[in-house]
């Protein structure tokens, strides 16, 4: 099995002081996971050179994630906003240039939250744009980036594998990939198999997100992780997967509010880390 398997930064830690990268990275690579993803929201607030050493010594890779928000929506028909996305992302892809990562994923395509009206074609073009723009800069430091679709209640511009596929081909670019994560796929797919199937056909699966269907702990909810996994391994997957979870034990000022986190879904997050890491060892990796 050749696959990298990470860990979302927020089971450890809201945020990134080097008291709290040093228990994250540390406690990451201890829990038994090769990388770990950090949630650059605010990519100014990290320090690189420090994270980059860290990872160094725990042996560690790193991707980057982000959700935009209504400040820096590049789905707006404003400009301005749409300007303020573009520097915002431009930060983000120098971290993980910075901290030796190829990968930013996310919701970097418009704002992580809910919307109450549709996306408009002036805000989808914006947004086509802008990641191609970003692909451009992206290519000249091997960095992949990764669109990750959503449920309806966090994006009004992605919310299926296939629609995420169309989007790709319109900024046609090669260095922008599907990101799939089985917590959005499980309220907007028909199916776990098909997108998976559909993307690497496309040559487009780049990143997954392993997310139980509330949030909590891998194989606690109702996402069928059997029929999941069995597609990863008909279609050879070996890019990143990485452990998602959330409770309100760990907080991001913002993060944590945009994708809803209101109930304690766990208080120990190396019992949660390790306990998903050893799901993922015995229902995907040894099978
Ligand atoms: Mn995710």
Same mark, same amino acid.
């Given at each position: 099995?050749?696959?990298?398997?990470?860990?979302?930064?927020?089971?450890?830690?809201?945020?990134?002081?080097?008291?709290?990268?040093?228990?994250?990275?540390?406690?990451?690579a201890?829990?038994? $996971?090769?990388?770990?993803?950090?949630?650059?929201?605010?990519? *100014?607030?990290?320090?690189?050179?420090?994270?980059?050493?860290?990872?160094?010594?725990?042996?560690?890779?790193?991707?980057?994630?982000?959700?935009? !928000? !209504?400040?820096?929506?590049?789905?707006?028909?404003?400009?301005?906003?749409?300007?303020?996305?573009?520097?915002? #992302? !431009? #930060?983000?892809?120098?971290?993980?240039?910075?901290?030796?990562? !190829?990968?930013?994923?996310?919701?970097?395509?418009?704002?992580?939250?809910? $919307?109450?009206?549709? #996306?408009?074609?002036?805000?989808?073009?914006?947004?086509? /744009?802008?990641? @191609?723009?970003?692909?451009?800069r @992206?290519? /000249?430091?091997?960095?992949?980036?990764?669109? /990750?679709?959503?449920?309806? $209640?966090?994006?009004n511009?992605?919310?299926?594998?296939?629609?995420?596929?169309?989007?790709?081909a *319109?900024?046609?670019?090669?260095?922008?990939?599907?990101?799939?994560?089985?917590?959005?796929m499980?309220?907007?797919?028909?199916?776990?198999?098909?997108?998976v199937?559909?993307?690497?056909?496309?040559?487009?699966?780049?990143?997954?997100?392993?997310?139980?269907?509330?949030?909590?702990?891998?194989?606690?909810?109702?996402?069928?992780? @059997?029929?999941?996994?069995?597609?990863?391994? *008909?279609?050879? $997957?070996?890019?990143?997967?990485?452990? *998602?979870?959330?409770?309100?034990?760990?907080?991001?000022?913002?993060?944590?509010s945009?994708?809803?986190?209101?109930?304690?879904?766990?208080?120990?997050?190396?019992?949660?880390?390790?306990?998903?890491?050893?799901?993922?060892?015995?229902?995907y990796?040894t099978?």
């Amino acid at each position: 099995m050749s696959n990298k398997i990470g860990i979302h930064a927020l089971v450890w830690v809201g945020g990134w002081s080097e008291r709290e990268a040093r228990h994250a990275i540390s406690s990451s690579a201890a829990a038994g $996971y090769d990388l770990i993803e950090l949630a650059a929201i605010q990519p *100014e607030l990290f320090d690189a050179d420090l994270t980059a050493r860290l990872l160094a010594e725990h042996g560690l890779s790193a991707g980057v994630s982000l959700g935009l !928000d !209504d400040t820096t929506d590049v789905s707006s028909d404003d400009p301005d906003i749409v300007a303020a996305g573009r520097k915002r #992302l !431009d #930060l983000a892809l120098d971290l993980v240039r910075d901290v030796g990562g !190829d990968y930013l994923g996310g919701v970097i395509f418009g704002k992580l939250g809910r $919307y109450t009206t549709p #996306l408009t074609e002036r805000g989808r073009a914006h947004s086509v /744009e802008t990641i @191609a723009r970003l692909a451009d800069r @992206a290519a /000249e430091s091997g960095i992949t980036l990764g669109l /990750e679709f959503c449920n309806r $209640y966090e994006t009004n511009v992605l919310n299926t594998t296939e629609q995420t596929l169309a989007f790709i081909a *319109e900024t046609g670019r090669d260095n922008v990939v599907a990101h799939l994560d089985t917590y959005h796929m499980n309220i907007e797919e028909t199916s776990f198999r098909e997108p998976v199937l559909a993307a690497a056909a496309a040559g487009k699966l780049g990143y997954v997100h392993v997310g139980e269907s509330h949030r909590g702990q891998l194989g606690t909810g109702s996402v069928p992780w @059997a029929e999941f996994f069995e597609a990863l391994h *008909e279609v050879d $997957y070996r890019g990143t997967i990485t452990f *998602e979870s959330f409770s309100s034990e760990v907080v991001h000022p913002t993060l944590s509010s945009a994708l809803s986190i209101w109930r304690n879904l766990w208080t120990d997050g190396m019992d949660l880390a390790t306990g998903a890491r050893a799901f993922l060892k015995q229902n995907y990796e040894t099978r």
